[in-house]
């Protein structure tokens, strides 16, 4: 079945305290990207990838990390995670870049 | 800076009848639309597209309108139905410009159909 896995789904972690999310796709996108969503905000591009070793910053980069060392692999990280990041995130790959993404199903990160 | 904006955060209609949501964009290097529906715990998942070459692109009960002078789309849906009930995000991209992978989101809106 063609998807995008992200892991954790739900991750309650502390002030400070690094964390990965990962995200892997199956169906050999050039593109992958990761989204953050917040009441009244919408989503929102934190960071996209063109392909291997090719990273773009999105709306909102501050405070996150991303690398693509393989195609189907673009884990989310956060060095140094703060309130500010309890958020709702998304990753998302597409073949055709800006025509659409295909959405992982989510991951729930509070930072307490 | 919102450059899509959605400013209805919700709309209640009825089964049956039609539901027109509205997306504003002030981007005028958009040149690709989308919509995306949203269940809650999941994933968006694409609904319909359109290219600025065009002004109307029809999918079933969906029909996306685009009108680029008024920098203004909807997404229209008819016969209206339950299983409709969704958060509905309207997107744009500059397929055009450098940032080709770049999908800029509207705020969302809250669709309810009613039996």
């Known amino acids: 079945e063609a998807q995008v896995t992200q892991n954790p789904r739900y991750l309650i972690t502390v002030t400070g305290k690094k964390l990965t999310v990962t995200c892997s796709q199956n169906m050999n996108h050039e593109y992958m990207s990761w989204y953050r969503q917040d009441p009244g905000l919408g989503l929102r591009q934190i960071y996209y990838s063109m392909n291997v070793e090719v990273t773009d910053k999105g709306d909102v980069p501050e405070g996150y990390k991303v690398s693509r060392k393989e195609k189907r692999n673009f884990p989310l990280i956060l060095e140094s995670p703060s309130p500010n990041q309890t958020s709702l995130y998304f990753c998302?790959?597409?073949?055709?870049?800006?025509?659409?993404?295909?959405f992982g199903s989510g991951t729930r990160l509070t930072v307490v | 800076d919102q450059q899509v904006k959605q400013n209805s955060p919700s709309l209640s209609v009825q089964e049956g009848r039609i539901s027109i949501l509205n997306c504003d964009y002030t981007n005028s290097m958009f040149d690709y639309f989308l919509w995306y529906k949203k269940y809650p715990a999941e994933g968006p998942t694409f609904l319909i597209s359109?290219?600025?070459?065009?002004d109307k692109n029809e999918d079933g009960r969906f029909t996306v309108f685009l009108n680029k002078s008024a920098k203004h789309l909807s997404l229209h849906i008819v016969p209206s139905q339950p299983g409709d009930s969704a958060v509905y995000f309207c997107?744009?991209?500059?397929?055009?410009?450098?940032?080709?992978?770049?999908?800029?989101f509207g705020q969302g809106t809250i669709l309810t159909v009613h039996p």
């Open positions: 998302a790959s597409s073949f055709l870049g800006g025509q659409g993404y295909t």
């Open positions: 997107a744009a991209s500059a397929l055009g410009g450098t940032s080709y992978g770049k999908l800029t």
């Open positions: 359109i290219s600025s070459i065009k």
